[in-house]
């Protein structure tokens, strides 16, 4: 079966912060269909690897299916913290975007579904 690469940010959103040298995570899909992909697909060696040319440390990972969620901890992930490095983007808080940009492997069939169902936890 063929599979389709597309962005987390096509089936997700995110918040980040941070607390000293570490960067906190939660990745959540907007709905059921895509909280099953990013179940299967974004695990903590992924994450890692998306972020591998600046991470230092090891990434946590747990899954929060009640609340269709990943949460994962970045350790290492601010060369000391955001008040100690000189990186342009030194706070977690500008790290969900970079986050949603990681790319997965889904099939047609699942990113429709993903697409096309109702999306939960919204309102007008």
Request: glycine share 8%.
């Amino acid at each position: 079966m063929s599979t389709v690469r597309i962005p987390l940010v096509r089936i997700a959103h995110a918040r980040s912060g941070d607390k000293a040298d570490w960067v906190d995570f939660g990745l959540f899909a907007w709905n059921e269909a895509g909280y099953r992909l990013l179940a299967r697909e974004v695990s903590a060696e992924r994450v890692q690897a998306h972020f591998a040319p600046w991470l230092r440390g090891e990434v946590d990972a747990w899954p929060l299916p009640n609340i269709l969620a990943l949460k994962f901890v970045l350790r290492g992930a601010l060369q000391g913290g955001g008040a100690r490095n000189l990186r342009l983007d030194n706070l977690g808080k500008a790290m969900a975007g970079a986050l949603l940009r990681m790319e997965i492997d889904v099939t047609q069939e699942e990113l429709s579904e993903a697409l096309n169902q109702p999306r939960v936890g919204v309102w007008p």
